[in-house]
């Protein structure tokens, strides 16, 4: 019994997608100078800033095989593209970099469209999602 659900965990944590709830991909090339501006101007401080810190980034080479969970992403040619994912789906993208002002703003307005309620019933906040509505009198997940 006990092997049983060992078996069943290893293949359920394992199984899982390998990607957090929101994420920034960014699709850039060793050769890109464009992602290399990106870096000197955005990459440096974009992970201390609060949506570096809520989203963070995860750079794949546009010429090496993309992971399984980025498979489903298609129309990606030029570097760096920059695409929102909430929970495997993307939400939007930024093709190209068009300054530091300007992809601030870009990614500002893209994350307006991430679902705050997205993933909120899930297995790691259910039990905190739960405890907080119970102490209020509200329906839970």
Known sequence: MFRAIFLFLIVLFTAAPAFSANELIMFNSSTCE????????????????????????????????????????RGIRFTPTFVLLQDG????????????????????????????????????NRIAANATLQKKGEATC
């Not at 440096?44 to 980025?70: M, Q, S």
């Open 34 to 73: 464009w992602c290399e501006v990106w870096e000197e101007e955005v990459g440096g401080v974009y992970g201390k800033t609060e949506v570096g810190k809520t989203l963070p980034v995860h750079r794949v080479d546009i010429h090496e095989d993309r992971p399984v969970n980025l498979e489903h992403l």
């Open 89 to 124: 789906r993307e939400v939007g993208r930024i093709t190209g970099y068009p300054g530091e002002s300007f992809f601030w703003g870009l990614l500002e307005e893209m994350t307006t469209r991430i679902d705050p309620l997205a993933g909120a019933c899930d297995d790691k």
